[in-house]
């Protein structure tokens, strides 16, 4: 079955920490999308990153890198130098796959990870 | 307005109130969705439309009735709603490939619902 954890529920750093918030997923598919999303307190969530099962290239986009690893099922997702700013709920999710009940594109969400920077 | 508008934003409704809540994408999308984000609760997925027609139901009560009248605009009309009902409703778009890949959703910034 397709599932997501994210094993932290919460994680508090002090501003210019570096943080890495953890995600493992269960699937059989061979072609999925991996997918993370930032929820500030505002409610909206905010994408920041898709990833294809092909592409196990990790990437860096500013303080933000990401670490796919198929072997170990995991996309993690590490923020350097950490800011006040960068406070939020993340999540990680999974595509189900295409076909499955008839619709497209649906995401599994894991329970996200609240992280606190403090100044 | 750009990428996913809502509203109303908050919304204080009694249980014999109707409201509906509104949805609407400016990003050029053929697919979109309701989704039920309760405290300490993953999101729930409630319905989804991939050109305007209703591909995905998850087993929501009758009392959420949704409404897609075009690719660009999605309704939530809600009616005796439950205090358990109260939570943060969010509409998501995305571009549906027949057979391609699955594309980003893309979201909105919630209706915040309470129910008395």
């Known amino acids: 079955a397709q599932k997501v954890t994210q094993a932290q529920t919460e994680i508090s750093v002090v501003e210019k920490e570096d943080v890495t918030l953890d995600c493992v997923y269960e699937?059989?598919?061979?072609?999925?999308?991996l997918f993370w999303y930032k929820q500030p307190p505002s409610g909206e969530l905010v994408f920041l990153i898709r990833r294809n099962s092909f592409d196990e290239q990790n990437e860096i986009s500013g303080r933000y890198s990401w670490n796919f690893q198929k072997s170990t099922s995991s996309f993690n997702f590490t923020i350097t130098a950490s800011q006040v700013v960068d406070s939020a709920v993340y999540f990680c999710a999974l595509s189900e796959p295409r076909g499955y009940g008839g619709a497209t594109n649906k995401l599994i969400f894991g329970t996200g990870t609240l992280l606190a920077v403090q100044p | 307005e750009t990428g996913v508008t809502q509203t109303p934003r908050h919304l204080v409704m009694g249980m014999t109130n109707k409201k509906s809540l509104k949805c609407e994408q400016h990003l050029g999308h053929n697919a979109m969705y309701w989704y039920k984000q309760s405290a300490k609760k993953p999101l729930e997925l409630m319905f989804v439309?991939?050109?305007?027609?209703?591909?995905e139901n998850n087993s929501v009560p009758s009392r959420f009735s949704p409404e897609c009248p075009n690719s660009s605009h999605l309704f939530l009309h809600l009616h005796t709603l439950q205090p358990e009902d109260s939570a943060l409703y969010l509409c998501a778009s995305s571009q549906d490939r027949v057979g391609g890949t699955t594309d980003t959703q893309y979201f909105g910034p919630g209706t915040r619902l309470t129910v008395l």
């Open positions: 439309y991939s050109l305007e027609e209703r591909v």
């Open positions: 699937t059989r598919d061979t072609t999925y999308y």
